[in-house]
Structures are given as C-alpha cells and as structure tokens.
C-alpha cells in the first residue's frame, strides 16, 4: 500500500537506515550527504517537524568544531564543496558563530580554485582542464546560499553566473536546450575515471558524448535555485532565466509519453536499450515545479508535465509492511563516460545515493500542499 506521503516515508526511511554509525550510506562529507540534508531541511520546512532538522545537524556536527573548523573535510574538488551549502543553512537557522566560520573556510576555497581561461572551474583539482555538469551544481549551490545569507553576495552571484553560462557556452547541443556531460580545454588528458585509460572527450571539440539525465538534472536544479535567490537587478539575471526556459522546454519535448520520466541518455528515449532514470527523473520534476513555484514557469504548461513526472518515480518505489521505501530504476553516480553504450550499460541499483536524495526533494516540493495542512 502505498503511503500517505512518499516524502515523510522516505525520511522516517532514512533516518532508520542511518542511525548514526560509520558503515551509514550518510557517514562522512559528501555531496549525496550534502543533496539528502538538504531534502530534509525543505521537509522540515514544510511540515515543521523538528526532528528532520536535529537529524540534519548530528549529521554535520562532526565536521564542524567549537571553534568553527573543518573536521577531516578535504576541499579537492567540487563535489567538496557542496556540503558548504548546509553549514550555511546550519548558521541561518540557528545563528551559531562557529557554522558562519566553517561556511567561510569552503567560501574561500574557491580563491585559488583552479580554472580555464574562461573561469571555468575545474570539476576536481586532478581534472585538469575538465569541467563537468555536476560541478556547476556542487559548487554554486554553496556560493548562491553563503551569497544570499552571509555575505560577499556580488562576488558570489557574479561567480555562480559566470559558471553557469560558461558551462552553457560549451556543452548546449545544438538548439534542443539539453546539455552534454562535460567539456574539456585540454581533451588528450580527459580520461574515464577511475581507470584512466579510455578517452571521453572529442580530440577537436573537447566535448563528451551524450546528455546524461542525473547530469543535465543537476543543471536543472542549481538553475532553479539560482533564479530563487539571484536579485531580479542582476545584470546577467536575464541569461539564467533563458537558459532555464529553454532547457525547461526541452524537457517537455523529451519526457516519455509512456511513463512520464526521463530516459538515462535523455534525447535518445527512441533506442532499445536506453532506459528511464529515476534519478533524473525526479531531480526534472523537483525543478520544473520550482521554477513554477517562483514563477519563471508558467503553470498551465509544466503542471501537467510535473504530475506525469512524480507519477513515474512513485511508480518506481515501493514500502514494505513496516513501511521502509525503497528507490529503483536508477545508477549510482557517474563520472564523465566515452560512450552511449557506457552510458546505458551502468548497472541500476536500488537506492542509489543520489536518487534516493532526489526522489526527496521531488516528493516533498510536490506534495507540499499536503504537508502543510
């Protein structure tokens, strides 16, 4: 039977499942850790429950001492950086000195970050040259957030913009508003990881191969979340804004009619072996009812494509008897791959890390009507 609410089941679900020892799937600094918290922190919002957001700070607690140091958090890479965005979220709610001193060391990770000759950010300070959808994402959910809630703002939303429309520049394919994976400025180094041995990139154009559905879902998301708190004065305000628009509308057009989700190589939903992605699915739902909710999308025309959306991932969950849920259809996160074939042949997991997070964040922004009453 399915539950009442799949965002509170999930929660009360993950909560069981991490119950604080070093063997949970939430043990250590991460960005999944960082992407399901912050699911937890939009539920708590919602719904006022506060053991959502006492389960958020024993979470990060451990990381962040008296004193406002980082505690074994190495800051190498964008993926790095993302947890930044709940010590931010730590500080605004409760005001403590030491969440706004953690907050400012992954502030200021991004002074000698390294970068292309464009101010792309590099994904990872080992990738050299390589910048990847993901990253986008990781990095400027943090800089948004300290921006719009500690300070340094016109750096801050200078630089998530900067970020953003450079990874557009280079990666949108053709006029379909989708995105490919990633892009590098010195293609001969660009290598599969782990492994490094086959090569992703274009020998000419830099450019990785396909349109990968969690990847051009984290766009979607850092996006609409950019538009939410980037000041309707900002200069470059309007080319966010039309990035989202089209990108929206290229999901409309790619969204299968059959299930209403989202195919893992997204604009090749006509081939036998591609397969629909909850993971991408639900972060397409979460952004698309966003950019309804702060009014970039207009409602008649992505409500509906919203609904088919959360139908295909609640039909891609189930609970069991004493009420636990269980994620399906989706791959544990990728690194940038060099085929269609890899792409596709990723084995699918259930509870996948990052579908499980997005699967959160889907359901509660949907069904937040129902929260609240």
């Known amino acids: 039977m399915a539950p009442t609410s799949w965002a509170v089941a999930l929660a009360e679900t993950i909560m069981k499942r991490n119950p604080g020892t070093p063997r949970d799937v939430l043990a250590g600094w991460s960005y999944w850790k960082a992407y399901t918290l912050l699911g937890f922190e939009m539920l708590w919002r919602t719904t006022g429950d506060r053991r959502y957001f006492e389960f958020i700070k024993r979470e990060l607690d451990p990381f962040v001492d008296e004193q406002g140091n980082l505690v074994d958090v190495a800051l190498g890479s964008l993926d790095d950086i993302m947890p930044g965005n709940v010590v931010v979220a730590l500080y605004e709610h409760t005001g403590e000195e030491r969440y706004r001193r953690a907050a400012g060391t992954v502030r200021h990770a991004f002074d000698d970050y390294p970068c292309n000759s464009d101010g792309g950010f590099w994904h990872g300070k080992r990738l050299p040259g390589e910048m990847w959808i993901d990253g986008v994402f990781m990095g400027q959910m943090c800089l948004t957030r300290y921006g719009a809630s500690i300070g340094d703002a016109g750096y801050c939303f200078d630089e998530a913009v900067r970020q953003i429309t450079v990874f557009a520049e280079h990666c949108l394919k053709g006029d379909s508003g989708l995105y490919l994976h990633a892009w590098a400025a010195q293609p001969d180094l660009a290598r599969v990881w782990p492994g490094n041995i086959e090569r992703w990139a274009d020998p000419v154009t830099g450019l990785s191969s396909e349109v990968w559905s969690e990847g051009l879902g984290w766009y979607a998301l850092i ?119 890899a792409y596709v042949r990723a084995p699918r997991v259930t509870n996948a890390k990052e579908a499980v997070a997005g699967f959160l964040w889907a359901t509660v922004i949907v069904e937040k009507p129902g929260l609240n009453s």
């Not at 629909?276 to 699915?281: K, R, V």
């Not at 088919?308 to 990728?334: E, F, K, P, S, W």
């Open 223 to 341: 996006l609409a979340e950019t538009l939410a708190v980037l000041p309707a004065s900002h200069p470059r305000r309007a080319e966010v804004l039309d990035i989202f628009v089209r990108l929206a509308g290229g999901l409309v057009r790619t969204q299968d009619p059959a299930t209403g989700g989202w195919f893992q190589v997204v604009d090749k939903g006509d081939r036998r072996d591609n397969w629909i992605d909850t993971s991408g699915t639900a972060m397409f739902t979460y952004a698309l009812q966003r950019g309804i909710e702060i009014g970039t999308l207009k409602e008649a025309e992505y409500k509906p494509v919203v609904a088919r959306g959360y139908q295909c991932i609640v039909d891609n969950a189930t609970a069991d008897d004493n009420g636990l849920v269980d994620v399906h259809g989706a791959c544990d996160g990728l690194c940038v791959q060099q085929s269609y074939d």
